[in-house]
């Protein structure tokens, strides 16, 4: 398949940068455009959510993260990312929904106040402690680092995991004062940095810091 596509959304979404990697180990030719989230009628024709990332296709719009990794899969199935074994490329799809449904969305209720100068209620900050002690003992279970997150092959949970739990590491450290990293998943330190090693993950992380800076220099309304 050879029909162009674009991704759109911003450098500093990790779901924008999980796509983005997926695309860049598969060697998909592959355009950007910069789209912030909105619920503008322009932006809600083609993300009903009204968010990023999502994928304009010759065929049409997709959004959600997972079906633009599952769309990229079957439009460019060499190299795979995902096992050829249907159980275990059903155990990677488990790695990522744990990622996503346990960790990366509790996580995110903190990254108002960790990130962007907002704050989160004492409350909240209670309850996703006890969240992500329990998501990350649990993915413990799961993960195998034999060197990646599934085994001995990158695959599009490796994607995932990179980009999220990055984010679970410094947004803990900054509310909690703790890595939850550090006490609940230790492999996954050496694991980040074995990922972050990669020439595509590298320049994933580039676009990521550059964009970073740019929304931070922007004036604050």
Same mark, same amino acid.
């Given at each position: 398949?050879?029909?162009?596509?674009?991704?759109?959304?911003?450098?500093?979404s990790?779901?924008?940068?999980?796509?983005?990697?997926?695309?860049?180990e598969?060697?998909?030719?592959?355009?950007?455009?910069?789209?912030?989230?909105?619920?503008?009628?322009?932006?809600?024709?083609?993300s009903?959510?009204?968010?990023?990332?999502?994928?304009?296709?010759?065929?049409?719009?997709?959004?959600?993260?997972q079906?633009?990794?599952?769309?990229?899969?079957?439009?460019?199935?060499e190299?795979?990312?995902?096992?050829?074994?249907?159980?275990? #490329?059903?155990?990677?799809? $488990?790695?990522?929904?744990?990622?996503?449904?346990? +960790?990366? !969305?509790?996580?995110? *209720?903190?990254? =108002?106040?960790?990130?962007?100068?907002?704050?989160?209620?004492?409350?909240?900050?209670?309850?996703?402690?006890?969240?992500?002690?329990?998501?990350?003992k649990?993915?413990?279970r799961?993960?195998?680092?034999?060197?990646?997150?599934?085994?001995?092959?990158?695959?599009?949970?490796d994607?995932?995991?990179?980009?999220?739990?990055?984010?679970?590491?410094?947004?803990?450290?900054?509310?909690?004062? #703790?890595?939850?990293?550090? $006490?609940?998943?230790?492999?996954?330190?050496?694991? +980040?940095? !074995?990922?972050?090693? *990669?020439?595509? =993950?590298?320049?994933?992380?580039?676009?990521?810091?550059?964009?970073?800076?740019?929304?931070?220099?922007?004036?604050?309304?």
């Amino acid at each position: 398949m050879t029909t162009p596509i674009t991704l759109c959304g911003f450098a500093v979404s990790n779901y924008y940068n999980k796509v983005k990697l997926s695309l860049l180990e598969k060697g998909v030719p592959f355009a950007e455009a910069f789209v912030m989230t909105s619920q503008k009628e322009e932006m809600l024709a083609e993300s009903p959510m009204g968010k990023v990332p999502f994928l304009r296709t010759a065929k049409g719009v997709l959004s959600e993260s997972q079906v633009l990794t599952e769309f990229i899969e079957d439009s460019w199935p060499e190299p795979p990312l995902y096992p050829r074994d249907a159980f275990e #490329r059903a155990k990677c799809r $488990e790695l990522i929904e744990h990622l996503e449904l346990h +960790i990366e !969305l509790p996580a995110r *209720r903190l990254y =108002a106040e960790a990130f962007f100068g907002g704050t989160v209620s004492e409350e909240t900050k209670q309850e996703v402690a006890v969240l992500l002690e329990k998501g990350l003992k649990s993915l413990a279970r799961l993960a195998r680092f034999a060197p990646f997150i599934g085994g001995d092959s990158f695959t599009h949970a490796d994607c995932a995991a990179w980009v999220h739990l990055p984010l679970v590491s410094q947004a803990t450290r900054k509310i909690y004062g #703790r890595d939850f990293l550090d $006490e609940f998943l230790p492999q996954a330190k050496p694991y +980040i940095k !074995l990922i972050g090693e *990669r020439p595509h =993950a590298q320049k994933v992380n580039e676009d990521r810091k550059a964009g970073m800076e740019a929304f931070m220099s922007k004036p604050k309304k």
